[in-house]
């Protein structure tokens, strides 16, 4: 399961531990995140993440890319609500991806906790089910 983890500033803390608590699950996935959010989880939980750039400079951008492109299964994205950003334009573009690709989207800590649950059970491997599928069609 390829999986996006990405956090505002002041919730920054609240991902590393979030990745610390959820450490034994995430690193049996392909984690990839924004630059500094990656970086804080690294350097956190020792595992390896495929960092974008960092949010502002266009890694939520680089995130819907790999969702416009079938590459993203999960997006774990702990938002600052009280916190006007410089690239909402990019946030807003990376969540209606979600949308228009039915990707699971968490957007705060309780929904992060429920998705990374629901990965351990199973529940979302009919999406690497399908794409096994997709390149089996292909191939025929
Ligand atoms: O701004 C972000 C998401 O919109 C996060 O970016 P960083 O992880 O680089 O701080």
Known sequence: MNIALIAHDKKK?????????????????????????????EEATGVSIHRFQSGPLGGDQQIGAYIAQDEMDVVLFLRD????????????????????????????????????????RGDLNWRENRQENEQQGRKE
Not at 33 to 41: D, S, V, Y
Not at 91 to 118: F, K, W, Y
């Open 81 to 120: 609500p009280l916190t006007a950003q410089p690239h909402e334009p990019d946030i807003s573009a990376l969540m209606r991806l979600c949308d228009v690709h039915q990707i699971p989207l968490a957007t705060n800590l309780a929904g992060a906790e429920i998705l990374v649950q629901a990965i351990e």
């Open 13 to 41: 803390e609240d991902i590393v531990q979030f990745a610390t608590a959820y450490k034994s699950i995430l690193e049996k996935h392909r984690l990839f995140a924004t630059g500094t959010t990656g970086k804080r989880i």
